[in-house]
């Protein structure tokens, strides 16, 4: 016998086969998949494995061979492409259309009032983009130069300008962060708007410049430890690792100086899912803090709450210059296009120096 369908069965049925085409196509794209899982991506070398290990079995990390590939992968539409990535602070400009707020407001609680800096989170006076998850600070290394350790921690960043070191330096491929060194070896802030409110800057960077044997940010210290110059600027996030492994190696942060800070954070893309609060929570804490920071990543916390383990290092000093030390920190601060032109103005003019000195060549100010 026939049977007719009702218009609200018919509907119902309509419904029902819409909702399993729906959800097949979710399945066929992975998306109820038990073996989808969270992305967390981060450059090669530069994720402390004990932390990343224990992330959530719902996790997985996942390496890109440099920031710029990173970088391309985070400003892709395509949903799920990464969940979290772990990211300089400097590339927070370039980054921030491509994220959304960090969300989980108790992590950031505990955090030093240096982690808060608008430069570190990438809101400005907004919601946090970026979540400060560890800090550096820029210091010189030495290879078998004990006169020059000394030297260092009299003298500072002024060192950097020293005839005797001529073509020993190896110093960071960024314009921005040598002249910011320059500035604190002349007394200024390394966040001088206006360089023309900076006497003697021109003189300084050039000569600076001409005393550099490279510039070199991934292999700085590959350099220094092969015997390609004597002395290198770098973070003491990458430096303390090495310390440990070669006994020719002295890192000294200046005092004459405010700790110029370089910093680590996670950022999630704009379609990104959950951030893993007890695996973030755990970086403070035990086994795992103790991991990090033997890798040379300290946790933006004040020191009482890094003890016992932070005490256990041989490189405390360097890991954390202290509470008093922090609060004069200072960070890099996005730069205007006028700012940058400034500053490529003030490079071009010290490497055209150096050029005429040495052959060298020119270098650029990152984007």
Same mark, same amino acid.
């Given at each position: 016998?026939?049977?007719?369908?009702?218009?609200?069965?018919?509907?119902?049925?309509?419904?029902?086969?819409?909702?399993?085409?729906?959800?097949?196509?979710?399945?066929?794209?992975?998306?109820?998949?038990?073996?989808?899982?969270?992305?967390?991506?981060?450059?090669?070398?530069?994720?402390?494995?004990?932390?990343?290990?224990?992330?959530?079995?719902?996790?997985?990390?996942?390496?890109?061979?440099?920031?710029?590939?990173?970088?391309?992968?985070?400003?892709?539409?395509?949903?799920?492409?990464?969940?979290?990535?772990?990211?300089?602070?400097?590339?927070?400009?370039?980054?921030?259309?491509?994220?959304?707020?960090?969300?989980?407001?108790?992590?950031?609680?505990?955090?030093?009032?240096?982690?808060?800096?608008?430069?570190?989170?990438?809101?400005?006076?907004?919601?946090?983009?970026?979540?400060?998850?560890?800090?550096?600070?820029?210091?010189?290394?030495?290879?078998?130069?004990?006169?020059?350790?000394?030297?260092?921690?009299?003298?500072?960043?002024?060192?950097?300008?020293?005839?005797?070191?001529?073509?020993?330096?190896?110093?960071?491929?960024?314009?921005?962060?040598?002249?910011?060194?320059?500035?604190?070896?002349?007394?200024?802030?390394?966040?001088?708007?206006?360089?023309?409110?900076?006497?003697? %800057?021109?003189?300084?960077?050039?000569?600076?410049?001409?005393?550099?044997?490279?510039?070199?940010?991934?292999?700085?210290?590959?350099?220094?430890?092969?015997?390609?110059?004597?002395?290198?600027?770098?973070?003491?996030?990458?430096?303390?690792?090495?310390?440990?492994?070669?006994?020719?190696?002295?890192?000294?942060?200046?005092?004459?100086?405010?700790?110029?800070?370089?910093?680590?954070?996670?950022?999630?893309?704009?379609?990104?899912?959950?951030?893993?609060?007890?695996?973030?929570?755990?970086?403070?804490?035990?086994?795992?803090?103790?991991?990090?920071?033997?890798?040379?990543?300290?946790?933006?916390?004040?020191?009482?709450?890094?003890?016992?383990?932070?005490?256990?290092?041989?490189?405390?000093?360097?890991?954390?210059?202290?509470?008093?030390?922090?609060?004069?920190?200072?960070? %890099?601060?996005?730069?205007?296009?006028?700012?940058?032109?400034?500053?490529?103005?003030?490079?071009?003019?010290?490497?055209?120096?150096?050029?005429?000195?040495?052959?060298?060549?020119?270098?650029?100010?990152?984007?």
């Amino acid at each position: 016998m026939a049977q007719s369908l009702t218009r609200r069965q018919l509907l119902t049925t309509v419904g029902v086969g819409v909702g399993v085409l729906a959800g097949l196509r979710l399945w066929r794209s992975g998306a109820f998949s038990p073996d989808k899982k969270q992305r967390l991506l981060h450059v090669e070398g530069q994720g402390p494995k004990a932390w990343l290990q224990q992330l959530p079995r719902s996790w997985a990390a996942q390496s890109r061979p440099t920031m710029e590939r990173l970088a391309a992968d985070l400003q892709t539409h395509e949903a799920g492409a990464a969940d979290l990535a772990m990211v300089g602070e400097a590339w927070l400009p370039q980054l921030g259309p491509r994220l959304q707020p960090f969300g989980a407001p108790e992590l950031f609680e505990p955090l030093l009032k240096a982690a808060r800096d608008p430069a570190v989170l990438g809101g400005g006076a907004g919601a946090p983009m970026a979540f400060p998850w560890a800090f550096g600070s820029w210091v010189m290394v030495f290879r078998n130069r004990p006169a020059w350790v000394e030297r260092s921690r009299r003298e500072g960043w002024f060192l950097l300008a020293a005839e005797e070191l001529r073509d020993e330096w190896i110093l960071p491929a960024s314009p921005r962060v040598v002249t910011a060194l320059v500035l604190q070896s002349l007394g200024h802030s390394p966040s001088t708007v206006d360089l023309s409110l900076a006497p003697g %800057l021109a003189a300084r960077l050039a000569t600076v410049a001409r005393r550099a044997r490279v510039f070199d940010s991934r292999h700085a210290l590959t350099r220094l430890v092969n015997g390609y110059g004597s002395a290198a600027v770098a973070p003491s996030w990458a430096v303390i690792p090495q310390l440990l492994r070669d006994q020719r190696l002295v890192a000294v942060r200046p005092a004459a100086s405010p700790p110029l800070l370089s910093w680590q954070v996670l950022v999630r893309p704009r379609r990104a899912g959950p951030v893993p609060k007890p695996w973030l929570q755990a970086s403070a804490k035990g086994a795992t803090l103790n991991a990090l920071l033997q890798a040379g990543f300290c946790p933006p916390l004040p020191m009482a709450a890094l003890q016992p383990q932070l005490d256990q290092q041989p490189a405390a000093t360097l890991l954390h210059p202290g509470d008093e030390s922090m609060a004069q920190a200072e960070t %890099l601060q996005p730069l205007t296009p006028a700012q940058q032109a400034q500053v490529q103005q003030a490079w071009d003019e010290a490497m055209g120096e150096r050029l005429r000195s040495t052959g060298a060549g020119r270098g650029e100010v990152p984007g």
